[in-house]
């Protein structure tokens, strides 16, 4: 038999709850497979080192610290389960006659999905610390995180847990120092966090404005980025001139005009949403639209239309 792998989780998450055992044996027959009949009340079954649960006796981690999942990742896992079966147990924790998830909710959606009725899960012991702790280390060890979202797991998990910045990085498996940058992060005023988290600028533009102290002066700065195209040196570069006082700070400026087609988008997209909609577009073209609806029927109102058209 080859060596022993683990899917899906890192060194910290595998810290808090220990080595799985190794799967190569349960992937030949993928594990609770579609089964679209009736699912009626089953009792857990045995299955080797792991329980095969009835999905109807599993329910969400209540300290689940990510409340929005991709429905195209979803549907993407969703197809591979469909396909190979589900690799990867969850993992949970019994309550009274019933399942929390402790890691594993996006397997576990994906897999009722394609309509597995029971799902395969290794069963921990843990409290609601710990339940709290380890949710929100495999939050932190997700390939999809911005750096604002992973800078402020990284800060939940010091506070909810009580555990010191050397604790936590030992948990996560990283090194104390880029921790540490990271948390750094959250020292940005809330508009250049939003521009990172949207992607107008990148992490290493937010690392060259922290060199300054003046919040306004570091927006003004990301707007500057955002605007001109500024490459990360070229930000470095004004940032040391500013704090040498070779270079004035910037000034206010009027916000980029926009080609006439993203006026037209906006008053026809606005119309629906009444008008809570906004724009921002960088030099190269680069940017994002953010649209605040109210209710589902103002969702519904504008698909019919696109439907109704001849887009």
């Known amino acids: 038999m080859g060596s022993r792998k683990t899917i899906g989780l890192g ?18 027959q993928p594990v609770g497979y579609v089964n679209k009949q009736v699912v009626g009340t089953k009792p857990v079954q045995n299955y080797g080192d792991i329980l095969r649960i009835p999905v109807e006796l599993i329910e969400a981690n209540p300290f689940q610290p990510r409340q929005d999942f991709d429905e195209t990742a979803l549907a993407e896992l969703a197809e591979s389960i469909r396909n190979f079966g589900l690799i990867q147990p969850i993992s949970v924790r019994k309550v009274g006659d019933r399942y929390q998830i402790i890691s594993g909710e996006r397997r ?18 843990a409290d609601d610390q710990g ?30 847990c009580s555990l010191t910045q ?6 996560v498996g990283r090194n104390r120092t880029s921790v540490a940058n990271t948390l750094r992060l959250l020292r940005l005023p809330a ?27 570091q927006e003004l700065l990301c ?33 980029q005009e926009l080609p006439d087609d993203y006026y037209r988008m906006l008053e026809h997209i606005g119309k629906f949403f009444d008008n809570s909609i906004s724009l921002k577009r960088s030099a190269s073209g680069k940017g994002t639209m953010t649209i605040r609806f109210s209710s589902d029927e103002e969702v519904s109102r504008f698909l019919k239309a696109l439907e109704d058209s001849d887009i």
Not at 108 to 125: E, L, Q, T
Not at 166 to 171: P, S
Not at 239 to 248: F, M, N, Q, S, Y
């Open 223 to 255: 707007d500057l980025t955002i605007s001109q195209g500024l490459s990360v040196r070229q930000l470095e570069e004004k940032v040391r001139k500013i704090v040498k006082g070779t270079e004035t700070k910037p000034s206010v400026n009027k916000a």
């Open 166 to 171: 050397e604790q936590m990085a030992a948990r």
């Open 108 to 125: 576990f959606r994906a897999s009722k999905m394609v309509g597995m009725d029971i799902i395969p899960a290794y069963v921990r012991d």
């Open 131 to 160: 339940m709290l702790e380890m949710a929100i280390v495999e939050n932190i060890q997700r390939k999809d995180l911005d750096p604002i979202e992973v800078a402020m797991s990284y800060q939940r998990l010091m506070d909810e």
């Open 11 to 28: 060194k910290g998450l595998g810290a808090i709850i220990g080595d799985l055992p190794d799967m190569s044996a349960t992937r030949r």
């Open 191 to 217: 508009k250049v966090q939003h521009d990172l988290k949207e992607g107008l600028v990148s992490i290493g533009h937010a690392k060259a404005l922290l060199s300054l102290e003046d919040a306004h002066v």
